[in-house]
């Protein structure tokens, strides 16, 4: 008996010194686990911060981008106004530059094979490729993000944000953002309105017969008749804008229709432009223009560049561009033409009553989804940080000892110099809305031509019109379109160069209207449209 009970206290002494093993290296294991726990922690709270969000990544930010270029040659990669934004945005930028002529076709074979640059300029935000990438989760929908940038949601109007919605709401690209009442119209050379003895236009008669002088009545003085009225071209599949006859005789048919773009809201229901009868009145215009040798005769041949060259060159008196581009074609006039004033880069403000009022953006800049989220907030940062305003000077005045001087507390420019260094360029990437009209003013001619525009501006205002059908979808029509599209562009540029009759677009047009796709399409826009008014 004493014998059991003296095993039995044995046996708990052992238990006893288990037990207190055990716990002294439960205790043990729980100090280093309570260490491990506040080490990591510390190294947390030291990576997040106060705010609890990740470090930021402090390396220049790599980033791969496709973008449009309106000059030979494009800027290189050691080019000086490349770096300074690379180390003012703490990036490293590697551009693919493409001729605005050829862009088209390389976006959309881009598009097509799914491996987009890390941040692509995407000239037609509505395409159904574009859109089929984004219905397919392809890109970033940024919308979720904007408001934490506030160059992003302040200096990109918010019609721009709003017009680039997908139909399920997203935003696939940040806007490129631009003036809304700068939109391309008739730029005319007031000097040769003078010389012809001949006012502003206000309609498309007095257009017509301001052309008519311009070829006839030598306003160049040169004492050939070797000018052309309008600098235009016909054939629009190179710069995206399918389905019309260049944004050039696009402004004259819509001159005419008074509708901006290719849908007219009436009687509570949208009207396709193609349709109406001054499209036609249009075409009967500008086949006249063309045989009277108004327009450049290779019309068909032109590119934008080209039209952009007739003017630049003082052998055009009328081009179709932003108000905001006096700079780009007064300073290469005075070099063909010394007597040039900046004054006589004249903008209309109205044809017939209308002019058109810009949607606020010119294009959208998108993201693939294969750029990781991380990278996809520090490119939006990028973006918002060039348009800050010490960034973006750097395009716009270019460097201070390079291409500019400071006298008087004002930069004076060596417009040839940052030109040969391509500042203009990177606005086809980032550009800020800022005084389009403000020509700094160093001159009694820039102050008169501010004067002017500040008018201008004005007047414009006072009859713009919008395309009420930017961003509006229908399903029928991203399918029927595109072949429609190509039709109503290749029997327009037929009738203009005289090649079909206008009744071949009478027999078009009462054939495809009563087409019961095109009905399906137009009764689709219709509730789109309906549906963006709150109807």
Known sequence: MNQRLTNQHKWLSVIKLSLAAFLLFLTAACGNSNQVLKTETNTSTQAEGKTGEAAEDTSPLEVSIMSITPNTPPAADDNVIKLAIEKATNSKLTIQWVSNNAYADKLNITLASGKLPELTMINNPFSSTFRSLARQGALWDIAPYIKDYPNLSNGIPEGAWELTKMEDGGNYGIPRPRPETGDSFFIIRKDWLDKVGLPLPTTTEELYEVMKAFVEQDPDGNGQKDTVALAAYINASDVGYAGNISPVLGTVEYSFTGVNGHWKWEGNEMQYTAFLPEVRESLEYLAKAYQEKLLPEDLLSLKLNDTRDLFRSGKAGIVVDKAGTVHQYADQLKEVDPDFQISDFYPLTSINGYNPKGSGFNGILSIPKTVPEAKMKRILKLVDTWMNP????????????????????????????????????????????????????????????????????QDRVATSVGDIAIGLYSPTGDLLLPELDKKIQDLKSKIILGKEPISAWDDFVEETSTDPEVIKMIEEMTEAYKTRLGK
């Open 390 to 457: 010490e960034v973006f000077d750097i395009q716009k005045h270019g460097i201070e000892g390079v291409h500019y001087q400071l006298v008087d507390g004002k930069k004076v420019v060596d417009k040839e110099k940052l030109k040969k260094d391509n500042g203009g360029d990177f606005n086809q990437i980032v550009n800020v809305i800022e005084g389009d009209w403000d020509t700094a003013a160093p001159t009694a001619d820039e102050k008169k031509a501010n004067e002017l525009f500040k008018k201008v501006e």
